[in-house]
């Protein structure tokens, strides 16, 4: 009954958005709500607006505001966080949810409803207006939590409605799995552990399966069976995982998603969650490892790049979601997976 209002992704804040995986994942142009989205209401552009516009013109996005705010609140804005190079849109008086400027935004921007984004603070203007003009909706948190008294009753109208957004999303999650996928060293173990805790569920890491089924570890079968081989028991144990799995976080080898056959299969799984990290935090996680068969001829720090660069379209192709990393806590980690799916 609700489901016009969901949101395709929540966030902490605007601030908090992997911009750089939705631009590698084909999104080109971000559409913005102002007041308690990106600023308290009614204030000006600060630093840290400047400073998120320069770093998204700098991956390659165009950026549009849309307010339903009037003219001069919203120039006074647009002024504020203009800075040279930024191809920076506004529109005023928007009259979200009307698809009207929504529209108009995306044709300013010169981007599509496939590859544009929205971020907002409400679901019944904003989110609801992204949802019916087709582009994939943000809900974040609004900035500040005090607000005029006309917007506190719509407040209570939103928890309602996340309330039981929540309660779906957690009964569809309970019939299915969730999935951690990405490179050596990207914390599926030790984040799938938690999250496991978190939602009650068992977890599995399709590695031990195969030690286990193997009788040896995972370097040995390397040494002796070679890596086809390794990668044939890979299949069969997500086509195992696929016919009796429930409830179960499932922590993945790293090359698990290289195979096509795998792809389908993981996402048949459950929910697929991409573990992103870069180069850099990998080097520094796996210092002294020796376990890794495959780290082992690629020591040095271009292979570890180029088996990564090769391996993140990859790991993006195959997941629902993406989540960075790095200099991230396990929690914090945690947290913003269970917020996203
Ligand atoms: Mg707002």
Redesign the pocket.
């Known amino acids: 009954m609700f489901r016009r209002f969901y949101p395709a992704e929540m966030a902490e804040s605007s601030y908090s958005i992997d911009y750089e995986s939705l631009y590698e994942q084909g999104y080109r142009g971000i559409i913005y ?5 990106l600023v308290e ?1 009614g204030a000006d552009a600060n630093e840290q607006v400047i400073e998120l516009f320069r770093r998204l013109c700098k991956i390659g996005f165009r950026i549009c505001l849309l ?1 339903n705010n009037k003219a001069p609140r919203v120039r006074r804005f647009y002024r504020g966080a203009k800075i040279k190079g930024v191809k920076l849109h506004y529109i005023f008086d928007a009259h979200k949810p009307s698809t009207k400027n929504y529209r108009k935004a995306m044709l300013v921007m010169r981007t599509t409803k496939k590859n544009t984004l929205f971020v ?3 679901l019944f ?2 989110v609801y207006g992204a949802n019916r003009a087709g582009i994939k909706s943000f809900l974040v948190k ?1 900035i500040n939590k005090k607000e005029e008294i006309q917007i506190v009753f719509k407040r209570r109208l939103e928890r309602i409605v996340l309330h039981v957004y929540r309660k779906e999303r957690m009964e569809h999650l309970k019939q299915s799995n969730i999935v951690l996928i990405g490179f050596m060293g990207c914390g599926k173990s030790t984040i799938g552990h938690r999250l496991a805790e978190k939602y009650n569920f068992s977890f599995v890491d399709t590695d031990l399966l195969i030690e286990q089924k193997a009788g040896c570890t995972i370097s040995e079968l390397f040494a002796t069976k070679g890596e086809k081989y390794f990668r044939d028991m890979e299949t069969d144990i997500l086509w195992e995982l696929v016919r009796k799995s429930k409830r179960q976080i499932i922590a993945t080898g790293g090359g698990m998603p290289v195979r096509e056959e795998n792809q389908k299969l993981l996402r048949k799984l459950g929910v697929v969650v991409f573990l992103n990290l870069t180069p850099e935090t990998v080097l520094k996680r796996l210092e002294g490892d020796t376990t890794r068969p495959l780290l082992q001829k690629a020591t040095k720090e271009q292979e570890v790049r180029h088996l990564l660069t090769e391996r993140k379209f990859v790991y993006q192709m195959t997941a629902h979601k993406t989540v960075r990393v790095d200099d991230k806590s396990v929690e914090e980690v945690v947290k913003e997976i269970a917020d996203s799916i």
């Open positions: 709500d102002i007041d308690n989205t209401h307010s907002g603070d409400q203007t904003d609004p």
